[in-house]
C-alpha cells in the first residue's frame, strides 16, 4: 500500500508560480506511475499531467502545457509538479495519484490517492 501526501499548495496572484509536493511512503514508490488531477468546486475531478516510474515519459492536458511541469525523485519517494503563468481558472484542489497500470489519464486507472492540496489563483 502507498500513501501519498501533497503540500505545497496556497494563495498566489496570477501569473505567479508554486510548485507542489506529493510525497509517498513505501519502497515501491519506483514502481508506480505518477498521476496529477485537479477538481474545482462543482465541477469533475480533471486530469493535470501524469509521469511513469522512471520519469522518462510525462504527458499533460492542454490546459497545462507549457506552464506545469511534473517531475519526481525516486531517492526522496517524491513527485512534483511546478506550476507556472497561474491562472484563476487553475483554481482548484490538486490530487496526486498512484498507478501501476499504464500510463493513463483517467482517475479510475488511480489506485492510490492523496487528500489534496488547494491552490488558488487570485485575479
Known amino acids: 500500500q502507498v500513501q501519498l501526501v501533497e503540500s505545497g499548495g496556497g494563495l498566489v496572484q496570477y501569473g505567479g508560480s508554486l510548485r507542489l509536493s506529493c510525497a509517498a511512503s513505501?519502497?515501491?514508490?519506483?514502481?508506480?506511475?505518477m498521476g496529477w488531477f485537479r477538481q474545482a468546486p462543482g465541477k469533475e475531478r480533471e486530469f493535470v499531467t501524469t509521469?511513469?516510474?522512471?520519469?522518462?515519459?510525462?504527458y499533460y492536458a492542454d490546459s497545462v502545457k507549457g506552464r506545469f511541469t511534473v517531475s519526481r525523485d525516486n531517492a526522496k519517494n517524491t513527485v512534483y509538479l511546478q506550476m507556472n503563468s497561474l491562472k484563476p481558472e487553475d483554481t482548484a484542489v490538486y490530487y496526486c495519484?498512484?498507478?501501476?497500470?499504464?500510463?493513463?489519464?483517467?482517475?479510475?486507472?488511480?489506485?492510490?490517492w492523496g487528500q489534496g492540496t488547494q491552490v488558488t489563483v487570485s485575479s
Open positions: 495519484a498512484a498507478s501501476r497500470r499504464v500510463l493513463s489519464t483517467a482517475p479510475e486507472r488511480y489506485t492510490y
Open positions: 513505501g519502497r515501491t514508490f519506483s514502481t508506480y506511475n
Open positions: 509521469i511513469s516510474s522512471t520519469g522518462d515519459s510525462t
